[in-house]
């Protein structure tokens, strides 16, 4: 599990948008997100939060990549269908997920099950995880992850 002060894990990071990233080496602040699934309510309403604020984050020096371990094909339709302005990059084998602690146990209506947790973390660009944020509920999250990184 990745906590704030760690150097983030050695991964390169392809997203939808054709760039990569290295989060140990990121070069510029990068905000990192995780979320459960393509086309949900709540992942929506996430993704179309930080496409808002995304000329925002650009002004002040910040990429913006999200997470989950859906395919790429299915992070294509979800971008074109709200016309999202981040890019999303697929872990499908659960790499990334798995380095930052984000696939945990869930529980719904007593079921027990293996998921994403939805979580955010600022990259410095040294590589340092300068902010972490766990268990995220998504009304004004990305307007506080904007204010963090004005704040690096």
């Not at 990745?2 to 939808?16: F, L, M, R, T, Y």
Request: contains cysteine; proline residues 5%.
């Amino acid at each position: 599990m990745i906590n704030e002060g760690d150097k983030a894990p050695n991964i390169d990071v392809n997203a939808s948008d054709g760039s990569a990233v290295n989060l140990a080496s990121p070069g510029a602040p990068l905000v990192l997100y995780f979320y459960p699934k393509d086309d949900t309510s709540g992942c929506t309403k996430e993704a179309q939060d930080f496409t808002e604020l995304a000329g925002d984050f650009a002004e002040a020096g910040a990429r913006i990549v999200g997470v989950s371990r859906d395919p790429m094909k299915k992070h294509d339709k979800f971008i074109a269908k709200y016309d999202l302005k981040v890019p999303l990059a697929s872990d499908e084998e659960g790499r990334i997920s798995d380095a930052f602690g984000t696939w945990v146990e869930k529980s719904m209506y007593g079921r027990k099950y293996m998921g994403m947790e939805r979580s955010t973390f600022l990259i410095g660009k040294d590589g340092k995880v300068a902010r972490a944020w766990r268990k995220v509920k998504v009304p004004g999250h990305a307007a506080e992850v904007l204010k963090a990184v004005k704040a690096l």
